[in-house]
């Protein structure tokens, strides 16, 4: 691969993904209080392959019937969705809010490893290093000193967080997977790998709770609808599409901005107070940023 430097449409597909993904906690914490969290999972992915295959017909981009296609939207389907939806859904009953933005903030660190052992064009450097650290960093003083009194080392506690790492593996191997696996257009791979999921995910949802459904309040399905539209129909789109055009360890500080979005948000629609942690955090964070990004400049590396 020739040198690609980032550019402000790779930073807008960036920007997307964080609104995208930052509206998703909210929306699961109100299904997950009445729904199954397999439930949650299997109709969010199910909402997401309807909308993502109708457009895809519509604009004659759908997957074909061939089967080293499928295998592969399969596999990207089960890693990177069904699995890790799940995971997520399930431990947030047991891990307070604060404890899972921390947890999902070790995303990036779980990928840049990774990503140096299987993607050549992706190494790891030491500036790129010190830069993901400096986003943890960020992340861990975002946080309210209060939640990290609630880390559990056994219990439910416990095995959400466990669920809630392993979901950030999950995460890790499917963009190393997408990666190396190659990439249809945005729209094939989209509606293939959203449709694989939600098949595993509906299955499971009918083997866990066949009854889940019943007697749910209206809340609850605007959530899951919500819920399939904005951080997984869209948020599919823009990642394949960031992905392809600069790599995995680019796209993974997205889980560094997310907490910080969800804090604006809160801020801008809710009222919720402002503290001096979100301008520190935001200051190591970007300045992390940065500097992963002059380690592919000094060194002539792709990301």
Known sequence: MSNKTVTAQDWLLLAGLVVAWGSSFALTKIAVTHLDPAWVTGLRLAIAAVILLAVAAARGQLPRARWPQWRKFSWLGFIGHAVPFFLISWGTHFVPSGISGLLMGTIPLILIVMAHYTLPDDPLTRPKAAGFVLGFIGIAILLNPDDLKNFSFSGGALMGEIAIIAACLC?????????????????????????AGALFAVALALARAPHGLMDQPASVWWSVLGLGVLPTAIATLLMYRALERVGASFVSTSNYLVPVYAVVFGWMVLGEPLSWRLVA???FILTGIAASRLSFAANGDVP
Do not use: W
């Open 171 to 195: 995460y890790a191997v499917h963009s190393v997977s997408a990666r190396r696996m190659g990439f249809e257009k945005p729209l094939t791979q989209g509606s293939g790998v959203m449709t």
């Open 281 to 283: 955090a935001l200051a």
